[in-house]
């Protein structure tokens, strides 16, 4: 079985702080993970990815995101929050076994960005 | 990144009627597509996995009689809500899997409203 632990449904920072949104997995086997933005009324958006190889990811806009094993976190970071970084974040796990392909969502986190 | 649609983005359908979600694959072929209900505030809950050219696995709690789905092609799966009634107004949101690249793209999302 796999789950993912999204600490803070709603986080705030102003603009041109670090957002630093919180995720943590619990899988049995090797997990990919993904983070997920949810515009209001739109579908995902994919901001990165985990499958394998080097533990620090890159992704659009400016997001990356760092897979630790060892804390089974996959935290995801921006160094300077933009106003149209505001949005709904999802944290996912994806693994092998019977569950294969699917992904678990987290239970989201809201990005507020002030002024 | 690759493109799935959703049809319609919207949907007011009277109780005991039936409505049709399509989910299309525009850039890539997907064997596996995945259908989602999210409710408000709250995050995705996979319904069932839908595989092209075979029945599609419904996820436990989902009444596979209510939701039927249909992967006829690489690059089309349909949802349809039978006999909807009020508690089925949601938000339903498909996926395309992307293989070998496990990564999950998420259509637009529909609004149902049933009356």
């Known amino acids: 079985a796999q789950s993912v632990t999204q600490l803070g449904s709603h986080v705030s920072v102003s603009e041109g702080a670090l957002v630093l949104l919180r995720c943590n997995y619990s899988s049995s086997v090797p997990p990919y993970l993904f983070w997920y933005v949810q515009y209001p009324n739109q579908g995902l958006q994919l901001l990165l990815k985990?499958?394998?190889?080097?533990?620090l990811v890159k992704g659009i806009n400016g997001f990356e995101a760092e897979f630790k094993k060892s804390e089974t976190s996959f935290h995801l970071t921006k160094p300077s929050a933009h106003m149209s970084d505001a949005a709904e974040y999802f944290c996912a796990v994806s693994a092998g076994g019977t569950s294969y392909g699917k992904l678990t969502f987290g239970q989201g986190t809201i990005l507020t960005v002030h002024p | 990144g690759a493109v799935v649609s959703q049809h319609p983005s919207r949907v007011i359908c009277k109780s005991g009627t039936s409505v049709k979600i399509e989910c299309r694959s525009l850039?890539?072929?997907?064997?596996?597509m995945f259908w989602y209900r999210q409710f408000p505030k709250q995050s995705l809950m996979l319904m069932a996995t839908s595989n092209e050219g075979s029945k599609a696995t419904y996820e436990q709690g989902v009444e596979k009689d209510k939701f039927l789905i249909n992967h006829a092609s690489l690059t089309l799966s349909t949802l349809t809500v039978t006999s909807a009634h009020p508690e089925d107004s949601s938000f339903y949101i498909c996926s395309a899997r992307d293989s070998p690249l496990e990564t999950q793209y998420f259509g637009p999302g529909t609004r149902l409203l049933v009356l």
């Open positions: 985990y499958t394998a190889g080097a533990t």
């Open positions: 850039d890539f072929q997907a064997t596996t």
